[in-house]
């Protein structure tokens, strides 16, 4: 494996899982919480835990350069991030900074005892707070802030909400309990949206309606809102069910990080029995998986890793990769895409992971999160 300087992956049995969960090694032990929290095919070692919590820490409070969506009534509005948002105003934008802080609890979770750990839990700590919280619900209650990072910045809050919701520690029931207005907020606001949204979003960034949808869903399982899976559920119907035949060999877009065919796949294999989803892919991606020939969906090339723009390629092989093993999930025992879908997976892995090394903060301060999980199997639970 090409990246084993930067990231290690140890593949593990299932009866292997719970031998490391219960392993008294210090300082780099998966948990037991992280047992329940990881599917037993793979985990990541200390190390790389090590190396992507770093880079969220690097820049969770790192409020400049800054890119802001904002939009301004007056002089009035013209104020810095920390003040327009004084929970999530670091990692360059708001949604790298929620989904930041979300690497930090799910590797908190994995790795209770790392040597990142105090400073992660007092990183935490800093920014959810109820003044901070407080400030943010403000934010977005102004009557022009109804799209604000709707609905990719607004799904990793709930997905964020959700892992603190999942952890067994006393620290983060409290982070959990103080988020949960601004999860109330995100929650209905994506709920009224979805039930006006006529069309799905097909494109290959944070518009994107279906990889949104996915954590979304994972989130209403964790939350149990029965609601949110009813309005999934249906726009899953209304958008998705009978679409045949995705362009997969049109992607990628030249800035892509989400690939618009994988990620519907990924979010209908959750809505869909095993096989119910296993015909509708049928219909879906017929070629996805050739049998006794090389799949054309090869991983993308990357020309300038220190591009904001051209360095989404480098997410859309990490994202590629995880869609790849969900949709394998998806299918039923037996089927002969599963191993061919995995080793796909694989391809794009490798290519991927040793560029996440936050040499370019361009990428830096967001690929970690999609490392995390891609290695955590944070979609597969």
């Not at 770093?54 to 939009?71: D, R």
């Not at 799949?295 to 859309?316: E, Y």
Request: proline share 6%.
């Amino acid at each position: 494996m090409r990246g084993a300087s930067y990231l290690a992956v140890i593949l593990i049995s299932a009866s292997g899982a719970a031998a490391v969960a219960a392993s008294p090694h210090g300082g780099g032990a998966v948990s037991g919480d992280a047992a329940a929290a990881v599917d037993s095919a793979a985990a990541m070692d200390s190390a790389a835990a090590q190396r992507f919590a770093g880079l969220a820490l690097k820049c969770l409070h790192a409020e400049y350069p800054n890119h802001i969506s904002h939009t301004m009534d007056s002089d009035a509005d013209a104020l810095p991030p920390h003040v327009l948002n004084p929970g999530f105003y670091g990692c360059y934008d708001w949604h790298s900074d929620v989904h930041g802080h979300w690497l930090l609890v799910r590797l908190l979770r994995l790795f209770p005892d790392a040597p990142f750990a105090p400073t992660a839990r007092s990183e935490l700590a800093r920014s959810l707070t109820a003044q901070n919280i407080e400030g943010e619900i403000a934010y977005l209650k102004r009557a022009d802030r109804a799209s604000f990072e709707r609905p990719y910045g607004l799904a990793w809050l709930l997905k964020l909400s959700a892992e603190l919701r999942a952890w067994n520690d006393s620290q983060a029931s409290e982070w959990a309990g103080v988020l949960q207005p601004l999860e109330a907020e995100a929650a209905s606001r994506l709920k009224s949206w979805i039930a006006k949204l006529h069309y799905p979003i097909r494109i290959g960034e944070h518009d994107q309606t279906a990889f949104s949808f996915g954590l979304m869903w994972d989130w209403a399982g964790v939350a149990g809102d029965a609601q949110m899976r009813s309005v999934l559920t249906d726009a899953a119907h209304r958008f998705y069910h009978t679409d045949h035949n995705c362009p997969i060999d049109y992607e990628p877009s030249g800035e892509d990080f989400l690939s618009p065919c994988l990620a519907e796949a990924d979010f209908m294999r959750r809505v869909l029995s095993p096989p119910a989803f296993s015909g509708w892919l049928t219909g879906f991606l017929p070629g996805i998986a050739p049998k006794g020939s090389p799949s054309r969906l090869q991983p993308a090339v990357v020309t300038d890793r220190a591009d904001p723009k051209l360095a989404h390629i480098d997410g859309l092989n990490l994202s590629r990769a995880w869609m790849l093993e969900g949709i394998a999930h998806g299918l039923e025992r037996g089927d002969i895409r599963v191993e061919p879908l995995r080793a796909l997976a694989t391809r794009h892995r490798e290519a991927a992971l040793p560029a996440v090394t936050g040499e370019h903060y361009e990428g830096g301060h967001w690929l970690g999160t999609f490392a995390v999980y891609l290695t955590s199997q944070a979609g597969i639970e």
